[in-house]
């Protein structure tokens, strides 16, 4: 290599450095090289070209020259620089110091959640009185309490073995706990034997009170659970009913009970009698013989005034259970509500790793928002949109419920206890909601919910003989809807409810029909639930333009029109149109048990047979 002996300048290097292909050596030479060059260092012969290089470059370096605007360029790239890399060690040390403690964090709430197996949301809604209470009085009324004789006051609380007795000018009202309603005629003393309510929710109670002498009038609203009852006794006669209206009168003679509304169940000497509405139970206390009759006194004044003020008295509850609703979903006043889940509950939700104890809490979730569309339906000024907002609110528990009990069902195959836990969990729901909405007819804006836990609960329901009983039930339902229709004057409603129980008893009728011949038990009692229910439908005295069922054992004949004919006959009969006759609405006329009403519609021609 020629030595250079003058300073070049960095143009002129890079011009000359042009065109010079890169040296290419083989793994052979390179080899061979770096062993030349190893046994000479170890010798210590190292050709001065090498460092006679690193000269050159050494005067290369003093031959560039920058002016002034390049040197400032080159300052404020190499602070550029400089700036970036202490940005992103700051970033990074930080960045990492925040998901450290993001982490750590998260760490905690999952650890706290799992040792508190995750708290569910509060749902529950405070429909009914926590006690049993005087709700008002008048006149001469007393408490009789242990050895003590208490003057009644409104709002005292009731228990166990009190008795109650009201003097000649005196008369009573009791609230229990379970919102049915007691109220004592004068001279009348009667004893509370049982207030039970296991469990909080107010679903399974019993209430058992004796008349010792006098009259009383009970109204029960609907009880659910298959122990759950409120029983009248006088002597050694008991009246149990779990939804009714009904009358139980003593004297030295005899017992007697009239049965206003629905049905109930009595037992005198050894046998149960079932009476429905209208009639009437004689027991004498001598001869222990026993009368069945027609009520007589259904233009009593006490009978008028007791069903004026259970009419008054259901309206109170409903609007009570309506503001219980509001309260405890947290509605203001202005009724805005929204039916998203909060951020808080969307990262409890996120943090919540066991799949069973997810869905209870979404479940929860859905059933404070199904509570909250049912306050917002009964607003007077719901928009259109909004109705449909609350109606999906519904619908969506409803699909909760039933995805709900189909992981239920999953769960039940490698863990049955389990598995009854969770639908004792669900079943609960479904329960405490079907009680909050017994008083909903169908033309209240809440009867969607009612028809929407009906069809979660037969999902719920795996046996299949317990799903006919059901379906038996949810029927006897809708013909209690439409008597209560009936006794507040709307024929028109009651027959829509009276429609709904046909379209559903038609399919029950044939399940009953299917059941196995081992299954005769079970046949014959749900027959004659029917048929019980079919006798009610005669007292309720109002008939929808298309069929009515009548249930057999052995074979299922459906009355239209007085002709006998099968299930797929009634399919097809098509639908009888009948004109109906214009009405004074401001006519005032004589409505069941002598209660009077304004505008009563007629019954349509072709059903006054059925009366």
């Not at 009383?216 to 609203?221: N, T």
């Not at 203001?332 to 929204?338: I, K, P, Q």
């Amino acid at each position: 290599m020629e030595p250079i002996k003058t300073k070049l300048g960095l143009e002129e290097l890079i011009a000359r450095l042009e065109g010079n292909n890169k040296p290419v050596f083989d793994s052979q030479r390179k080899d061979a090289l770096k062993q030349r060059l190893m046994s000479k260092i170890s010798a210590g012969k190292v050709n001065r070209s090498i460092f006679s290089l690193v000269g050159a470059v050494r005067l290369l370096a003093e031959s560039v020259t920058l002016n002034a605007v390049q040197k400032a360029e080159v300052k404020e790239r190499v602070m550029e620089g400089i700036e970036k890399i202490s940005q992103r060690k700051f970033f990074l040390s930080n960045y990492f110091s925040f998901m450290k403690k993001t982490v750590s964090g998260a760490l905690i709430l999952v650890l706290v959640f799992g040792m508190l197996s995750f708290v569910s949301v509060d749902t529950y809604v405070v429909s009914a009185g926590t006690f049993t209470m005087m709700d008002t009085f008048k006149g001469d009324v007393s408490i009789q309490r242990a050895q003590s004789l208490i003057p009644a006051s409104v709002g005292m609380a009731l228990m166990e073995n009190d008795i109650i007795v009201t003097g000649t000018d005196g008369a009573a009202v009791i609230r229990y706990f379970d919102n049915s309603v007691s109220r004592m005629s004068n001279n009348t003393q009667l004893q509370i034997n049982k207030l039970v309510s296991p469990n909080d929710n107010s679903v399974n109670t019993y209430v058992e009170v004796s008349l010792v002498e006098g009259q009383i009038w009970s109204r029960v609203l609907n009880l659910l659970e298959s122990d759950s009852s409120f029983v009248v006794k006088a002597n050694d006669v008991s009246a149990a009913a779990k939804k009714a209206a009904f009358n139980v009168e003593i004297d030295d003679e005899k017992v007697e009970i009239g049965v206003f509304n629905h049905a109930v169940s009595i037992n005198a000497a050894g046998r149960t009698e079932q009476i429905l509405s209208g009639e009437k139970l004689v027991i004498d206390n001598d001869e222990r013989d026993i009368s069945k009759l027609n009520l007589a006194e259904k233009d009593s004044g006490w009978v008028k005034e007791n069903l004026q003020n259970d009419h008054v008295y259901l309206t109170q509850v409903e609007q009570r259970l309506i503001e219980a609703k509001r309260k405890a979903v947290g509605l203001n006043a202005a009724g805005n509500v929204s039916y998203n889940n909060s951020l808080k509950e969307d990262a409890l939700l996120f943090l919540t790793f066991d799949d069973v104890k997810k869905k209870k809490f979404d479940l929860d979730l859905a059933e404070r928002n199904f509570v909250a569309a049912q306050v917002k339906l009964n607003y007077p000024d719901i928009s259109d949109a909004d109705k449909l907002d609350a109606q999906v609110a519904l619908q969506k528990f409803g699909d909760k419920l039933k995805g709900f009990y189909l992981m239920v069902a999953e769960v039940e195959y490698t863990d049955k206890g389990y598995a009854k836990e969770l639908r004792d969990y669900a079943d609960s729901k479904v329960l405490v909601q079907k009680k909050d909405l017994n008083m909903s007819l169908p033309d209240s804006p809440n009867y969607l919910a009612k028809n929407i836990l009906n069809d979660a609960q037969l999902v719920g329901t795996n046996n299949e003989v317990d799903k006919l009983r059901l379906k038996v039930d949810q029927a006897a339902d809708k013909l209690a809807s439409a008597e209560d229709a009936k006794v507040s004057g709307n024929d028109e409603l009651a027959s829509k409810a009276v429609d709904d129980y046909n379209k559903e008893i038609i399919g029950v009728e044939k399940m009953i029909d299917n059941l196995p011949k081992d299954n005769s038990v079970v046949k014959d009692e749900l027959a004659t639930k029917v048929a019980d229910n079919i006798d009610l439908l005669k007292v309720i005295n109002v008939l929808p333009a298309a069929v009515v069922v009548v249930p057999v054992v052995d074979a299922v004949p459906v009355i239209v029109k007085e002709e006998v004919k099968t299930v797929d006959q009634v399919m097809e009969v098509p639908e009888v149109v009948v004109a109906e006759p214009v009405v004074d609405q401001t006519k005032v006329v004589d409505g069941p048990y002598g209660v009077q009403m304004q505008g009563d519609k007629p019954l349509s021609p072709l059903l006054k047979d059925a009366q």
